[in-house]
């Protein structure tokens, strides 16, 4: 693993984990902003039944999300954990700035860098979730794999059609 990917990857999970965590152990600030976008859910096409207990769910998502801070912090399942994080995140941050809502400037103000934020946590997860740590992709080496067993047969059919005379 290189110097930056060890740098970067805990900076990169902190703001998740903190998150997290907060969620677990605070689950009632969360919950009210649940409740805040609950109509706007319902709208959507998310069941009732699935909104009835916000606590819950709260607390369900901050475990995820410590969690796979976690894992992206220390580097195991970095990819995995970072597109868990990054599908998490984006819902998250529509629930906790509801820009929609907004009834003064200062408050939109508020909720618009809350938004931008939690856009650009989503993107740098994203970003990690594509990162391939310097190795090439499955579909790379498979195609690598049969070129080169291509050229071996060329070259060894070009040997044997050479030494025969």
């Known amino acids: 693993m290189t110097a930056l990917r060890l740098l970067a990857r805990p ?3 902190a703001p998740f984990v903190a ?22 859910l319902e709208k959507a096409g998310v069941p009732p039944a699935l909104l009835a207990d916000p606590t819950l ?6 475990a995820v999300t410590a969690l796979s801070g976690l894992l992206l912090a220390t580097g195991r399942n970095p990819r995995t954990a970072a597109l868990t994080l990054a599908a998490i995140t984006l ?4 629930a906790k700035n509801p820009v929609w809502q907004a ?15 939690g856009v650009g946590l989503c993107g740098g997860a994203l970003l990690a979730a594509a990162d391939l740590a ?6 790379w080496r498979v195609a690598n794999a049969r070129d ?14 050479r030494y025969k005379d």
């Not at 819902?91 to 529509?94: I, N, R, S, V, Y």
């Not at 200062?106 to 934020?117: D, F, I, N, P, T």
């Not at 310097?134 to 579909?139: E, V």
């Not at 080169?148 to 059609?161: I, P, S, V």
């Open 103 to 117: 009834t003064t400037p200062q408050e939109r103000s508020g909720h618009v860098a809350g938004l931008l934020k």
């Open 134 to 139: 310097g190795m090439p992709s499955w579909s």
């Open 19 to 40: 998150d997290g965590v907060d969620a677990l152990l605070h689950p009632k600030d969360h919950v009210e902003k649940v409740r805040n976008v609950q109509p706007v």
């Open 148 to 161: 080169n067993r291509a050229r071996l047969r060329a070259t060894k059919a070009r040997l044997k059609a």
């Open 11 to 13: 900076m990169l999970a």
């Open 57 to 62: 769910i709260v607390r369900a998502s901050g």
């Open 91 to 94: 819902p998250a941050t529509l």
